[in-house]
């Protein structure tokens, strides 16, 4: 394994930062505050963490030792939320420093590598001479492959390299998605998130899409002029196309506008770019392939919907991030009304294309956001993260696919002889008004389930 960075841990829950140990990171254990201050004169590593119980009991003065004893390195705070809330170190403790317990794995890492990698601005002076741009470029690059395994902190830290290199206000990143020369917008700088989620390329397609054909860095000093002209009116014309090329085909493409200095991109610009794209190509098509290997282990193979697995591993991350953030978290249980029935009378291929059915109407029925699962054998569970209260908490989009599934006419004749088609019951549960654990809200959700089986089936059930 590489080792990317090393970090100070301080406290007793030491087994909650097993994840980024996982991906590559050393963390140093220190079981009280002058533990920490001495590890962190005598040795190098990059940042932090203390446990806000352990700086107890003057939080404050322990605090300010701390950081002296760090310099210029970032102390961040662990906390509960309840600690948050009723200690309320805000005095001491910018947001910015709190890291909230549980920890949502992918944030923490994310926090934690923004604390301790150099950010790429403080690496923008030496960018001059082509030994520069060199070593520039080995710099960037090695930074990126430290995220090969998380897809999205790599399109985070690739936007901020491009954007501080290039002194851009909007950089956006496009990836490979499903279908053929067709790349999603992952992150982007300068760009809101609406805009952002919507926003897809098409190779061969528009300015940027006729561009990134090329498979060459496209660099326009004057849209109109010596380039094509974008619909969106910038405050410089000037712009720069990046298709990230592996072998011989696009996995993605940066945007670049907006140059914060007068003038348009130059050769030098360019000039790094392309070295920089050679080895992001690489990079991202690597952390692609990842990607697919893992979302092989977490797809239902019927359905193609999340499995159980998943579910287990992101629930408990939703629900950290609700109560961060204070937002309903709603999970709906389904099941598929007399299934087994429906098996008897038409046979086990016909079943399994029936889920399949099933599993693409609650496809077209949740929003993108919503994580749908197959939790075993004919029944289903649907996370809504950041719900609202005024429009019931998803349960118009349960009963939207209730009513598109008996819209389907999956029919099939029971043992009595009458005839039935398919439909299916749910059971709706949000955190925090019914539950306040993952645990409990599948509970609650589950007695949803059985009282919507119990009235009859065909119907949905609030907790």
């Known amino acids: 394994m590489i080792h990317t960075f090393e970090i100070l841990y301080v406290g007793r829950h030491r087994d909650e930062v097993e994840d980024i140990v996982s991906r590559g990171a050393i963390v140093h254990d220190a079981s009280s505050i002058y533990e920490a201050i001495a590890t962190l004169k005598r040795t190098g590593v ?6 806000f119980e352990g700086l107890r009991p003057s939080p404050e003065r322990a605090l300010a030792a701390l950081r002296r004893a760090a310099g210029n390195r970032t102390v961040l705070v662990s ?36 604390a301790v990698l150099p950010p790429p601005a403080k690496a923008v002076r030496s960018f001059g001479g082509k030994a520069d741009r060199l070593a520039a470029i080995i710099d960037d690059a ?55 989620e919507k926003a897809l390329l098409r190779l061969g397609e528009g300015v940027a899409g006729e561009a990134a054909a090329t498979k060459a860095v496209t660099v326009v000093r004057e849209a109109g002029r010596d380039g094509a002209a974008s619909e969106r009116v910038y405050r410089q014309s000037s712009y720069m196309i990046v298709p990230l090329v592996h072998g011989q085909e696009v996995v993605g493409v940066i945007c670049v506008t907006e140059r914060l200095e007068e003038g ?24 692609l392939q990842f990607r697919a290997a893992d979302e092989l282990a977490t797809i239902d193979e019927g359905t193609q919907l999340f499995n159980k697995r998943h579910f287990r591993r992101v629930l408990p991350m939703e629900v950290v991030r609700a109560k961060r953030y204070k937002h309903d978290l709603t999970l709906a249980m389904i099941d598929v009304d007399h299934f087994k029935l429906y098996n008897d009378a038409m046979g086990h291929q016909a079943g399994d294309r029936a889920l399949a059915t099933i599993a693409q109407i609650l496809r077209e029925s949740f929003r993108k956001s919503d994580i749908i699962v197959r939790y075993g054998g004919e029944e289903f569970a649907v996370i809504m993260p950041e719900t609202s209260r005024k429009e019931g908490n998803g349960v118009g989009f349960v009963d939207r696919a209730r009513k598109g599934v008996e819209a389907a006419g999956l029919s099939f004749e029971d043992p009595t002889g009458r005839r039935r088609v398919l439909t299916i019951s749910g059971g709706v549960a949000t955190l925090p008004l019914q539950a306040a654990t993952g645990e409990e809200l599948i509970e609650k959700a589950d007695q949803a389930l059985y009282r919507a089986k119990a009235r009859g089936r065909n119907c949905i059930v609030g907790a």
């Open 46 to 51: 990059g940042a932090a963490i203390v446990e």
């Open 79 to 114: 906390m509960t939320p309840d600690e948050w809330e009723m200690a309320r170190p805000r005095g001491y403790v910018h947001q910015d420093e709190v890291l909230l317990r549980p920890f949502y794995p992918d944030e923490l890492w994310r926090r934690v590598t923004r």
């Open 142 to 196: 090695q930074r990126l492959n430290r995220f090969t395994s998380d897809l999205g902190s790599l399109g985070e830290h690739i936007v901020a390299v491009v954007k501080a290199r290039l002194r851009a206000a909007r950089v956006s990143l496009f990836l490979k998605g499903e279908e053929p020369d067709v790349f999603t917008a992952v992150e982007a700088a300068g760009l809101d998130r609406e805009v952002r």
């Open 264 to 287: 348009p991109f130059g050769e030098e610009d360019k000039a790094y770019m392309e070295g920089f794209a050679d080895l992001a190509g690489q990079i991202v098509a690597n952390a």
